[in-house]
């Protein structure tokens, strides 16, 4: 009896934690512009982890009107993916304990490299993305905006 | 003395391999979704419903016995309206503890209702297929516009095994 007692108070207990811990962590879910203007990347949500698509492309087709492909993946059988559509960052869980996306990787087509990533939250509408090597020391960040629809 | 080395890892390897064999399980996929962008990128997934210990207990094996799990075909098959409005298809697998990777990918898509995705190199499901929230995706462009959309698909896994 005792034992259930303990268990439906840690049930009473930890349930708005972690509501509140999906709804920070649920805050990178939406489409986002990186600070180049050349791209949206639709950020959502599959099981715990997160994962950023790019939905829109300023030049989504080469000159002769084809569709910009993932020409340099190490792997040549995908090369012929469209980078529209393209899942650039992958993996990303959220750690409650630093308020940071983690442990995911960012993709760069232009060189087909991958990199480590994790993204903090500046404000709602804002996040740093940082693409690193390694340790977190030896990388880039950029900062991407939340498209927000038209009121 | 080079010559030696090589020829006895040839033989350890040979050693290593001749008792593996290969099992071919077809698995069936339904992807479903809502198409939530307009000639734009879309996503269809399916949780996994089936575990490795489900896949291979009709052929009487064990997941001790299980090297690796490879895929040698992924066919999707799209109705008309589906087709007419599609323009590439992306194959991947996720689970907790795995990150997403791709199995196949098609673009430009053939004439036909089934294509073929052309499969990634070098897969290894054993570990998603073992993991909780094994989920299946299924990424799409889109040339037009669809609400919902539940996309047939039919891959062949090939099991790699220990033989007993």
Do not use: H
Not at chain 1, 36 to 54: E, P, Q, T
Request: with cysteine.
């Amino acid at each position: 009896m005792s034992r259930l007692l303990a268990v439906l108070l840690l049930a009473l207990f930890s349930s708005p934690a972690l509501m509140a811990q999906s709804k920070d962590a649920d805050k990178l879910v939406g489409v986002w512009q990186p600070s180049d203007g050349r791209s949206y990347v639709k950020i959502d949500k599959i099981g715990n982890k997160f994962y950023g698509r790019v939905v829109w492309l300023k030049e989504a087709n080469e000159e002769d009107g084809s569709p910009r492909l993932d020409k340099n993946n190490p792997d040549e059988s995908l090369r012929s993916t469209p980078l529209k559509g393209y899942r650039v960052m992958k993996d990303l869980v959220y750690n409650e304990d630093e308020k940071m996306w983690l442990d995911g990787t960012i993709y760069d087509p232009k060189n087909g490299t991958t990199y480590n990533c994790k993204i903090e939250l500046m404000d709602d509408n804002k996040i740093e993305v940082r693409g690193f090597v390694g340790t977190a020391v030896f990388g880039r960040t950029d900062v991407w905006t939340r498209l927000q629809k038209k009121k | 003395m080079r010559k030696i080395i090589f020829f006895l890892g040839f033989i350890a390897l040979a050693a290593c391999s001749a008792d593996l064999a290969q099992l071919e399980v077809e698995k069936n996929l339904m992807l479903q979704g809502e198409m939530l962008f307009e000639d734009a990128a879309n996503t269809l997934t399916m949780d996994n419903d089936q575990d490795l210990i489900t896949l291979i207990e009709e052929a009487g094996l064990t997941t001790d016995q299980v090297e690796s799990v490879g895929i040698s075909e992924a066919k999707i098959t799209l109705s008309s309206s589906e087709k007419s409005i599609a323009e590439s298809l992306l194959l991947q697998v996720v689970s907790d503890n795995n990150q997403l990777i791709t199995l196949g990918t098609l673009n430009p898509l053939p004439e036909g209702a089934i294509v073929n995705l052309k499969l990634a190199e070098e897969i290894d499901l054993k570990p998603y297929l073992e993991d909780s929230g094994c989920t299946w995706v299924l990424d799409l462009n889109l040339s037009g516009d669809a609400d919902e959309m539940a996309i047939k698909s039919k891959i062949k896994l090939v099991v790699n095994y220990k033989e007993n």
